[in-house]
């Protein structure tokens, strides 16, 4: 683990000479953009520069590979926690928080698992070593999530504390297995140099029955300590251990222990094992004899099994408050003012101290990632564990490490939506982060937007619902997509872009004469009435197909209705009255009188509007197209008037 | 639901697909691939889930699927076909579509074609011609048709350089989903709901036919044909409502249902049991619609994918009329079932085929069920 460092440590940008031009650098969500400048340092001679521009970033982790299974399935199992009953209370909450607990434990091994996998099969000395660094941060995280299970989230009581403590050493310290098949794996095993070693971890990791069996291979073999063996072996059957599950009070273990430990003196005091010096430590060791325990220092390995094998001999009945003054004491016995403690022992002692807010920051400190501390914060402050500690600048401590890894989650190009749910899950400043992020997320297809909005459709952000929408329709305008622009401004609501999208569609029909995608404007549906120009541009389709299908009079009435009830925008009445041409010199009247008066009306507006500077611009075209206006208008009012006139029949 | 494992696999997954088993086989699938999106590299995966693995508590096998081999992937895998036992298709967010072939003997990929701009978007400013996604692509040896954001549709065929025959412009919005509703006429889906049917033998490029809702033209996702009553389609849509169309008649759906609360993305109708169909989704759950009701009631052949209905009498024929198209498919019975457990990110894939489905999920992980209806 790294350790604090005074001197930051230095990285070398490949290509950028600092010592010729001066370097610049710009801050970004994750990482750091730097470039060089064209500024030279002085005596420094020209020289062509570097073109690129560098992103450096400080968190690897996220890119590996195996850990981003650790972070998939951590995901899952945070968004379970968040969700589970928090009615359930008591003993079945606490069971539910320890199966939680379990449940992470186990991703990190599995994890720890591939990782060595991968270190042991590489064969590339780098990867390996990156590799095995990886295990060992892994399990060094293990090991204090499993005691900060113990310790807080479990709370195990006096008695039962130590056969948890007692399950973590076998679990995590020194490796018995290979030494202790390798010496049963020997013809005679009591003849093996690991023999006695193997009986001493045994014995010193609490394992009673392994001893024993391992000794009655002694007994054996050799039949003139057979006695000693006998009486040994008797001593530790005889040991008391509570049993999750057995009922015994603790004051009743505590007699049978302290009788138990007297047999045990007397009979290291008659001298019984004085011929053997191997038995004779055991039976000092099962007394609890702090030297004899300490002559097995290289077994042990670490401080923390020292511990627990001091208690289980002399204090099997500590409680929880008590294991603060034992651990310093370990921990300084073990060392020995020889070594300094590592990052990893002041997390450790820190947790048997009971400070967890020492333990957050001092493993804040030691990873390089937010991922291990926010999530442990964040199950303990679920077993209501964390005062509302506020931080100065007004969020608490869970909210705080999940604010921050999600950040960081956001800066990989993938793992953003898993960003998202940890956003949701802080109530203070959730919302605000996510927003911000959420808009700076490139969207190179149309499915990524499209997951994007769900996301923000979901949190009613319609902020970033509408600019989302409105990049995705003018991206589609721009490659002229216009139905997929007209569907993105339908999801947004966007009155204004979906009259930008029509007034598109009534250019390129007034340039060619015809309209393009057909199949979009004949099947607008409802959503027609997102914008008038829209609506003007349906009704005008519809005008065009009933003229197709030359039923006229509806043609008519429609036209008519699209100027008088002003949905057709001024510029194209012209069009519009040009459009009515045809419909004016039918033979059969179309327009009655009513109606004709209106178009003239129209005309009229259109040409009043057109103020005097336009005078001078109005080419023959125009008044030409004017005039052949009037003159069917005209005729047309004419045979109207006649028609309307003359009584039918007869 | 107990043998569906989880398989995390440090990818998002955008599409799984089981390798076709030979006709004559009865074995289940062993293979399946899978693509991956979103990522700076993205992969076409082959995984096997044979024989590997202990034996279970009943004697089935169970393992986790095994990589056998993956390939690199030019941009998003926005749609994947097996088109025959060897070779892939896939389609990408950068326009282009290759076909990979998978070398059986050492077990690797390769690149067997590719189709570099089957879609682009076109700039009349500029002479830059921009790649748009292709999104959907549906394979029926040798034939390729491939739909994208372009609007496009394209036919290609296997070994063929050009494509042989190009609509342009078929659509003025994203074409989303493709697939085959007889050997000359596909089925397309776009974005402002609407379903096309298109018919190759015809030279025109209009669609022969053009069905949608009648309400808010709410985009449509995925589309799939019933794999014996050719004239049943399901569509899926984004906002999670599955409707089932008749093409014979009507421009309307027969039946919609609200399924999902999110985006649809795949439907699929069992292909030797097409009375149960699965539908998957952005709300992260995965659906099974079981219509088939109480063995007793219906003909057993009905089970084994109907090839036997045209022994049926007219009669016996009437009563098994789809239950897809009955106007009140709740009244039947159907019963509907979530598979994935523990549902957080969005469900973007799945196949069946067999007793096998096979999922793959934003989260990064693969779920395979290889005892549907136990």
Known sequence: MEELDVEPPLTLIPGVDSNRKQMCFAWGPGEMLVYETLFPKEHAEKRPGCPNIFIVRKDQDVYSQTLRKLFNESHGIFIGLQRSEEELAGKSRKAQLVRVSKNYRSVIRACMEEMHQLAISTRDPELHCQHSTQVSILSAMELIWNLCEILFVEVAPAGHLLLHLLDWVRLHVCDVDSMVREVLSCEYPSKHKDFWNAVDIFVLQGRMDDARHLLSKEASANPTSMGMCKILDDLMKKMPILTIGNTQTLTEMELKWQHWHEECQRYLQDGTFASNPHMESICKILLGDENAILEKKELMTTWYHFLVTRLVYSHPTVKPVELRFYAQSSMDLFLGGESSPEPLDSILMAAFEFEIHQVIKECSIALSNWWFVAHLTDLLDHCKLLQSHNLYFGSNMREFLLLEYASGLFSHHSLWQLGVDYFDHCPEYGKVYLELHIERIPLNTEQKALKVLRICEQRQMHEQVRSICKIMAMKAVRNNRLGSALSWSIRAKDAAFATLISDRFLKDYCERGSFSDLDLIDNLGPSMLLSDRLTFLGKYREFHRLYGEKRFSEAAKLLLMLMTARIAPCSFWMTLLIDALPLLEQKEVIFSAEQTYELMRCLEDLTAGKTDNQKFQVDDFEITKVEILRLALARNLARAIVKEGTLEGS | ?374
């Not at chain 2, 044979?50 to 998003?76: A, M, T, V």
């Not at chain 2, 700039?123 to 748009?132: E, L, Q, S, V």
């Open chain 2, 1 to 374: 639901m107990e043998d569906f494992s989880a398989k995390f696999v440090s990818q998002k997954i955008s599409k799984t697909r089981w390798r076709p088993v030979p006709a004559a086989a009865l074995q289940p699938p062993e293979l399946f691939a899978t693509g991956s999106w979103d990522n700076e590299e993205n992969k076409i995966s082959v995984w096997s889930v044979g024989d590997f693995g202990s034996l279970g508590p009943n004697g089935e096998y169970q393992g986790e699927p095994q990589l056998l081999c993956d390939i690199r992937h030019h941009g998003d895998v926005m749609d994947m076909q097996f088109f025959d036992q060897e070779r892939i298709v896939a389609a990408s967010s950068t326009g282009s579509v290759t076909i990979f072939r998978h070398h059986q003997n050492n077990q690797t990929l390769s690149v067997n074609q590719r189709w570099e701009r089957a879609h682009y978007h076109v700039d009349p400013d500029t002479p830059f011609y921009g790649g748009a996604s292709c999104t959907g692509v549906i394979c029926n040896n040798p034939e390729i048709v491939t739909v994208g954001e372009d609007g496009r549709i394209n036919l290609f065929r296997a070994d063929h350089r050009e494509a042989v025959r190009t609509i342009e412009n078929a659509d003025s919005s994203t074409l989303h989903a493709v697939t085959f509703l007889r050997t000359t006429e596909i089925l397309t889906v776009n974005s402002i709901g609407q379903l096309k049917i298109w018919d190759f033998r015809q030279q025109r490029n209009e669609p022969s036919q053009i069905f949608s809702l009648t309400g808010d033209r709410i985009p449509l996702h995925c589309v799939d044909r019933h794999p014996n009553q050719q004239h049943i389609v399901a569509t899926g849509g984004q906002d999670g409502m599955l409707s089932i169309w008749d093409v014979r008649q009507g421009s309307m759906p027969v039946s919609l249902l609200n399924a999902h609360e999110a985006e649809m993305w795949e439907v699929h109708f069992h292909p030797s049991n097409p009375d149960h169909l699965f539908t998957c989704s952005e709300d992260g759950s995965l659906w099974h619609w079981d219509t088939s009701t109480d063995v007793s009631e219906k003909p057993s052949f009905f089970h084994q994918g109907g090839r036997s209905t045209t022994l049926l009498s007219h009669t016996a024929n009437q009563s098994v009329i789809s239950a897809w198209l009955s106007n009140n498919p709740t009244k039947d019975r159907m019963e509907i079932t979530n598979l994935v457990p523990n549902q957080t990110l969005s469900v973007n894939s799945l196949d069946v085929l067999g007793p096998c489905l096979v999922c793959g999920t934003d989260a990064e992980a693969i779920y395979v069920n290889r005892h549907l209806f136990a």
